[in-house]
Nanobody, 117 residues
């Protein structure tokens, strides 16, 4: 069982920045594939960015050039640096941990990001 906990959400003005953090415990963090997803009210949960256990990354087109996913295996933490935030980035952001064999996934409880002027 992997326990996933997000932090770092909050209120921010358009153009501002936030950094989300996600820790995953209960397994070898370095072997996990990690990802950030978001869900706005009335919409489906969408992938924002993922980072594999080999440090390969994929970012959604909507956040390319603005958001960056990274990981620190020594701290069992994955980050999402969000710059140039827009109203459309308002959502609950979820962290997902996936085992190396892709057999199991574990979700955090989510952290709210609200972009307001």
């Amino acid at each position: 069982q992997v326990h996933v906990v997000e932090s770092g959400g909050g209120l921010v003005q358009p153009g501002g920045s936030l950094r989300l953090s996600c820790t995953a415990s209960g397994s070898d963090f370095g072997s996990l594939h990690m990802g950030w997803y978001r869900q706005a009210p009335g919409k489906e949960r969408d992938m924002v960015a993922i980072i594999t256990n080999g440090d390969s990354t994929v970012h959604a087109d909507s956040v390319k050039g603005r958001f960056t996913i990274s990981r620190d295996n020594a701290k069992s933490t994955v980050y999402l640096q969000m710059n140039s935030l827009e109203f459309g980035d308002t959502a609950v952001y979820y962290c997902k941990a996936t085992t190396s064999t892709f057999e199991q996934t574990f979700w955090g409880q989510g952290t709210q990001v609200t972009v307001v002027s």
